[in-house]
């Protein structure tokens, strides 16, 4: 019999609610054959703030496990030996923070940290550019990366370090070439500044400990291809750049989730299929096959997944590892010539523009142009669905259909407790009650001192989770030492050159302008901390190019901001994005601001993933429309938004 291959890790991306529940769920997977954890936090978390922090209300537990201390972390593994365990962490700003706790953890657990063995993601360039869960301005975040990369080297040896991500480079529109030169420019980045940190002897060694995270679309035949490329080209800048010699070293490393974006609202059934022949694009070429695969679920594009709809994702990876043969052979497409013309044009494609960036002066250089580029690519994505010149089944053909019985009942998805915050709060309160306050203000200043003179945080972030110190608290030393940042949102004030096919729309713009008596003025906002910013970019690009005065200052707004800047700006619309499950708290806070400002007069539409009974929910409130993922059409939209001006005019 034919020996087979090792099967790759298999992962289900998880956490909500609290440290205890995410504990029950992550021993539940392990339990049904998961073979490695891969955590979520929520966007509190993420973002460097406390649970009880104002930007924090209502994304408390939503998107992921809210951990604000070493108890929270202590909770999140109990009864899971560390050194024993596999374990992926989806944190970027906060990483050396996060990386700290379990840390600590593992010693309270009397584990050898050095038997430790996982990733955090610590990728800063790309949340700049899609994700927005920065803290700090990209050269201090850079540094910060690899004071992680480097503190592992000396004591975590089985630790990946950093994990360049592309999945949300797709996510925000890239195209192949992009995503490709986008990570491989990124890590260069993060290796040339590593070079200064670590001795040479042990550089090699640290280059073939950096991994990636990509993503898998559903065009699987050029996703493939997209993996054999990623593969070939880094083997050639690790070689080339770095003169790493030895193979091992320049081994693509990669994990995978496969596309969520993709993930379709109608038809929710589908996705089922899309996320298999998405997943066969990473495990089919044996030569560029993934070390580890988290699957989302059918049902993400509609709210949390349940544990049943996890489950199910994972017997999909363990049904093509154990039941088929895949494992039993050598690379399938080796000498295809059809793989390899594709491949050399994908790599000739990216070459050009890891050629552009470095003469640019390199990632961090080259954000501004590299967003700007990420906007207009989805812009001419979600064109060609709009005009069905990209099929996407159940959405722009074939709309009829059969309703499914997977979301009868409870609606097929997960809803978080609202008393979760409140609970969480309460434990937060009670830790800094219990804790030595003179061992945590001690254990500060050293963080401050050691963060200001360029030391390496590691060693004091690790000593200041053992005293007690928040997450908070943590990052607000990053903020007070090396300022807060706003990234670029990609949305320029003058039209671009696709206004092809708007002409009726500007046209109406233009006669609701001069009835007012000066250009329609479109707000958009992103109240509280969900960095998902595509949907929000993509409507401020639409709007511009139909005409409009758009006002679009990206992420993270709190309500009151938004309401002022309404009235600063003498908005004649409303316009909110939110994508993590918290719009019913922040929208009624922003109705009730509103009216109590006098701007209650102002429509307000609002677009998330949201669902049907939330939808009641906002109408009742006074929101005038709601738009889920469904509302592809664009330039619908934009009619609306010129008819809802209309009456509120009149009535004002």
Known sequence: MAQKDKPWLFRTYAGHSTAAKSNELYRTNLSKGQT??????????????????????????????PVCHLGDMRALFDQIPLDQMNTSMTINA??????????????????????????????????????????????????????????????????NPMNVCSYHLQEAGATPEQELAYALATAVAVLDDLKGKVPAEDFPAMVGRISFFVNAGIRFVTELCKMRA???????????????????????????????????????????????????????????????????????????????????????????AYETDLLEFGDLFD???????????????????????????????????????????NAARLGRIETNETVVVGVNRWQQAEPSPLTAGDGGIMVVDPAVEQDQIAR?????????????AEALEVLRADAAAGRNVMPASIAAA??????????????????????????????????????DIREAVDAVSHRLGRRLKFLVGKPGLDGHSNGAEQIAFRARDCGMDITYEGIRLTPEQIVARAGEEGAHVIGLSILSGSHLPLIRDVMQRLAEAGLGHLP?????????????????????????PKDFQLNTIMRDIVTLVEPAEAVA
């Not at 988290?294 to 994702?313: K, M, T």
């Open 428 to 440: 937060l309160e009670e830790w800094r009650a219990g804790r030595d306050a003179g061992a945590v």
């Open 94 to 159: 906060t990483a050396p923070w996060l990386l700290s706790l379990y840390i600590a953890a593992a010693q309270e657990q009397g584990a050898d940290i050095a038997a430790l063995q996982g990733t955090v993601q610590n990728d800063l360039i790309k949340e700049y550019l899609s994700r927005g869960t920065y803290i700090c301005p990209p050269k201090p975040s850079l540094a910060m990366i690899t004071d992680v990369a480097a503190y592992t080297r000396e004591h975590l040896p089985k630790w």
């Open 335 to 377: 000498g295809n010539p059809v793989i390899e013309a594709k491949v050399d044009e994908l790599k000739a494609g990216a070459r050009a523009e890891l050629e552009l960036l470095d003469k640019m002066g390199g990632a961090i250089a080259a954000i501004d142009y590299m967003k700007s580029r990420l906007v207009e690519s």
């Open 604 to 628: 307000v539409i609002v677009g998330g993933i949201i669902p049907d009974e939330d939808a009641v929910a906002l109408t009742r409130m006074g929101v005038a429309r709601v738009y889920t």
């Open 466 to 503: 053992r005293a007690g110190m928040t997450t908070g608290e943590w990052a607000g030393v990053m903020r007070q030492v090396h300022g807060e940042y706003r990234g670029p949102t990609g949305v320029s004030a003058s039209p671009s050159n696709q206004t092809e096919g708007l002409e």
């Open 230 to 320: 990623f593969t070939e080209l880094w083997d050639e800048i690790t070689r080339d750049r770095y003169g790493i010699e030895e193979e091992k070293y320049r081994r693509f490393r990669y994990g995978v989730q496969v596309n969520s974006l993709g993930l379709t609202e109608q038809q929710p059934e589908n996705n089922v299929y899309r996320i298999l022949l998405e997943t066969l694009a990473v495990t089919l070429s044996k030569n560029a096959r993934a070390r580890a695969v988290q699957l989302p679920a059918w049902n993400e594009a509609l709210g949390l997944p349940r544990p049943w709809d996890q489950q199910w994702s994972l017997r999909m990876q363990q049904i093509l």
């Open 36 to 65: 490695g954890l891969s955590v979520a936090f929520d966007l509190p978390t993420q973002t460097g703030y406390d649970s009880d922090h104002v930007l924090a209300r209502g994304e408390v537990g939503k998107v992921g496990v």
